[in-house]
């Protein structure tokens, strides 16, 4: 097997050794952004020289950096840089920015790329997005890593999409996993015979009959799983058992709304330390949920696998590639008087995610929501009205019906 570099096949005792460097350096230069020096301000880094080292430190959460933001605009004190000092700087829901650079493999995703066979022989079509959010910079600079062309296709426009697929012979895909299915079946409609040999999918759960489906068309595809904020955090490889963890990056799972490890093979929150000096996030909650597998995988790769993602530690989901959170739900319901409850449902139809909101009111045209629904949650979805006090009354706002099995 090749790899990426020599970081891949280290022993466990190498990378916990250079952990140990590396993870007391981050401290030490997350201590000189002015939000880490006030959370790590009672902490020596010669003393964080482990994982267990490391739990004993606060978790940085969503919500925090926000609010920091909000105070100290645009990055909220959490690295010492200057906008400009950046390449671009990124908007996501929230709001929450992000800086970014397109020098030295930034987001560390084309490690990804290189494990998903892509190469400076393929040209790939980048369906994430290119406006405001990171995504499509993410991939594009994944391809730069691997020498790799790039049609920077963005989301949308599918039968252009089509025929600059079949002109150009673009032979990979990225962008969300559902995003595919929507060209292939345009393609079929249109008659046209498309070349792509391989998917590197992100944003959303690659559902198993759906990669399947992609494998009965030629089309090799491999998940990741990054963030605007943190970048590569894991990724298959071809033996497809579980998410490798990215070399430049520390992986905990904790039980959630805690700090704490939990026993390796139990479901927890994915909490992760980056050890990028531009932008250090020091035990950063993402909300989602994994848990740690045993051993190594079968392809050489030796750093921890998790699972890959497993639904989240709170309620908020990931509907088509896009985040839906509680305080949406709330938004929406506070518009309408004569709304009482909401209650948003994910749902699977045809191999693509579907969304469903539950309204309980008197009213009875589902169409009079139709805009607040789309302009507060920003999606659309199919609208039902149900009689007040018939939603279950058991807490949830967002209830994912989809199976990840």
Sequence with gaps: MSN???LEIRSSDEREADLADALARAISNAQTAPALARAL??????EVRSRADLARLPVIRKAELSEAQKKKPPFGGYTTRHP?????VFQSPGPIYEPGRVDADWWRLGRFAFAAGLSSSDILQNCFGYHLTPAGMMFESAARAVG??????????TELQVRAASDIGTTA????????????????????????KRALVSGGALFPSLRQSYADRGIATLQCYATADLGLVAYESEAMEGMIVDERVIVEIVRPGTGDPVPEGEVGEVV?????PDYPLIRFATGDLSAVMPGESPCGRTNMRIRGWMGRADQT??????FVRPEQVAQLVARHPEVSRARVIADRADEMDVMVVQLETMQQNPALYEASVLDALKLKGRVELV???SLPNDGKVIEDRRSYG
């Design 4 to 6: 990426y570099d020599d």
């Design 41 to 46: 301000r009672d902490v020596e880094p010669a």
């Design 84 to 88: 400009h000092e950046f390449h671009h």
């Design 148 to 157: 790799a062309a790039v049609l920077p296709a963005g989301t949308g426009q």
């Design 173 to 196: 895909y990225s962008g969300t996993p559902d995003y595919l299915k929507v060209i292939l079946d345009r393609a079929d409609e249109m008659g046209v015979e498309l070349g792509f």
């Design 272 to 276: 992760v330390t980056t050890l990028n």
């Design 317 to 322: 989901a990931k509907i088509k590639g896009m």
């Design 387 to 389: 009689a007040p006090g």
